[in-house]
């Protein structure tokens, strides 16, 4: 690479833009998931949960989209109010943008493929150790389970760890937020990431939707390995299966139709968005797996 393109790739690095995971739908399906495997197996995972979120400094937003609901139905809904909570606050004072995302480049320019921009993994790792620190503040164990509920479900979105970067994104894509698509001629344009965050969505209401992307993973589940003892490292393992998904298909087949200016955006084929819907129905069904393992862990049954 020349020297420009050195300092590109470094410039990229600095000034990379921050980018959204799975819509509501695709987080609210993750949590729904995760309920459901807890129902089944750790009921009071389920309970301690419960308990540790009316702790919440934000709890009144919880109580507010709750009201009318009891039992079972209170408690699912509330997994999949946790899992979109970080978004929900981005506006806020609890919002940390760098924790939704830790990129690198997967496609292109690789030169610099081991530089990571974002902190997802710092954020991981702290909001980990606030949980499992029983006497730690209940209201910041709260915020921290909210968290990791939300970047367990980011990092499993390939344009969460991967992005592009060559001679038509000099600067990198910034995870596909500055690369611009069509899913059809008719279609508005709309970036590569958002279409990535929607891939698994079905139209209409967002909890509608997410229950039925739920049960839609949940009639053929896909297969995950049980943790292996280090977090950490299990969660690793997650991303840089996000950064090989984001190079094995999420940019092949979408390099062409992507373009940096709206109205020069190309056309998505068939083949790949649907090919797009069952990658990241599987994405976020293995977040909603790996996520019960992880609270029935964190909250074993006592």
């Given at each position: 690479?020349?020297?420009?393109g ?6 990229s690095l600095?000034?990379?833009?921050p ?11 993750a949590?729904l998931i ?7 197996r ?5 309970v301690?949960?419960?308990?540790l979120?009316?702790?919440h ?7 507010s989209?709750?009201a ?5 139905e209170r408690e699912?809904?509330l ?6 909570w970080p ?7 609890f ?9 690198r480049?997967?496609?292109?320019w690789?030169l610099?493929?081991?530089a990571r921009?974002?902190?997802?993994d710092?954020a991981?790792r ?14 910041q164990?709260?915020i921290a389970?909210?968290?990791?509920f939300?970047?367990?479900?980011d990092m ?11 001679g038509r ?6 995870a596909g937020?500055k ?5 059809s001629?008719?279609?508005?344009q ?37 943790p ?5 490292a ?12 984001a190079a094995?298909?999420?940019y092949?087949?979408a390099?062409?139709?992507e ?5 020069k ?23 909603g797996?790996?996520l019960?393992?992880l609270l029935a862990a964190?909250?074993?049954a006592?």
């Amino acid at each position: 690479m020349s020297r420009i393109g050195w300092c590109l790739a470094i410039v990229s690095l600095l000034i990379a833009e921050p980018a959204f995971a799975w819509g509501n739908q695709g987080h609210m399906a993750a949590g729904l998931i995760a309920y459901d495997r807890l129902a089944g197996r750790s009921p009071s995972t389920i309970v301690a949960i419960d308990a540790l979120i009316a702790q919440h400094p934000d709890y009144a937003r919880f109580d507010s989209a709750l009201a009318g609901l009891d039992g079972a139905e209170r408690e699912r809904r509330l997994f999949a109010l946790i899992a979109r909570w970080p978004d929900d606050v981005r506006a806020s004072p609890f919002n940390h943008t760098p924790w939704h995302h830790q990129l690198r480049v997967v496609t292109g320019w690789t030169l610099f493929r081991d530089a990571r921009f974002g902190a997802a993994d710092h954020a991981f790792r702290r909001n980990l150790a606030v949980l499992m620190d029983t006497h730690a503040d209940p209201g910041q164990r709260a915020i921290a389970l909210c968290w990791l509920f939300h970047i367990v479900g980011d990092m499993h979105q390939p344009l969460h760890a991967g992005q592009r970067q060559d001679g038509r994104f000099p600067l990198s894509d910034f995870a596909g937020t500055k690369g611009w698509v069509r899913r059809s001629a008719a279609a508005p344009q709309e970036t590569l990431h958002h279409f990535w965050d929607t891939a698994a969505d079905v139209p209409g209401d967002e909890l509608d939707g997410a229950n039925a992307v739920a049960s839609a993973i949940e009639a053929d589940p896909p297969p995950v390995a049980p943790p292996g003892g280090d977090w950490l490292a299990d969660y690793r393992r997650w991303v840089r299966e996000s950064e090989q998904v984001a190079a094995q298909s999420a940019y092949p087949g979408a390099m062409d139709a992507e373009a940096a200016e709206a109205d020069k955006a190309g056309e998505l084929a068939p083949d790949y968005i649907e090919q797009a819907r069952i990658v990241a129905r599987k994405r976020i069904g293995e977040a909603g797996e790996r996520l019960a393992d992880l609270l029935a862990a964190l909250f074993p049954a006592g």
